[in-house]
């Protein structure tokens, strides 16, 4: 009996834990994605994506005051969180081209650049938000919950 309240008692800290990190981590920052640390050769978020060194340069440049413009239009902080919203908003913004207005080709240039940018940044976070849940779910595998446990607690993130 003691042993089935203990395994109750772990799966709830084990549960509040996956909760907590995947509040802090699971919406990353331009800054956690520039300062990621890869723990194993399969966690590469960055491949040939130039957008993180791009919205980087923006931070340090005159004009921007330490903001960078998400997908072009969304002024963020370095340290802003990239949430599921922003990054939908940005991408229904350039989900129909019809829509897109400019008047000479320096105007289309900056939209082709910032679709660009966008679309390497949700390729990045995406990544970013799989190697964290891997991370989350190989923690919960050190513990005696069961694996369907652990899979569905990952799942709920």
Known sequence: MNNNKD???QFINNL???????QIEMNPTLNQLINFVPQNETEF???KETVLSEY??????????GKYYLGGQIKLDPNDIITDALVKKVNDMYSDPSKLDYC???EMAS???ATRQMSEMTTIVKRYKEIQKNRIMNE??????????NE???SMI
């Open 7 to 9: 395994i109750r008692k």
């Open 16 to 22: 509040i834990f996956v909760i907590i990190k995947q």
């Open 45 to 47: 978020i960055i491949l």
């Open 56 to 65: 980087l340069i923006d931070t340090k440049s005159t004009w921007s005051g």
């Open 104 to 106: 000479n080709s320096a």
């Open 111 to 113: 939209i082709w650049r």
């Open 140 to 149: 919960l595998n050190k513990t005696k919950l069961n694996t369907d446990v």
């Open 152 to 154: 569905m607690i990952v």
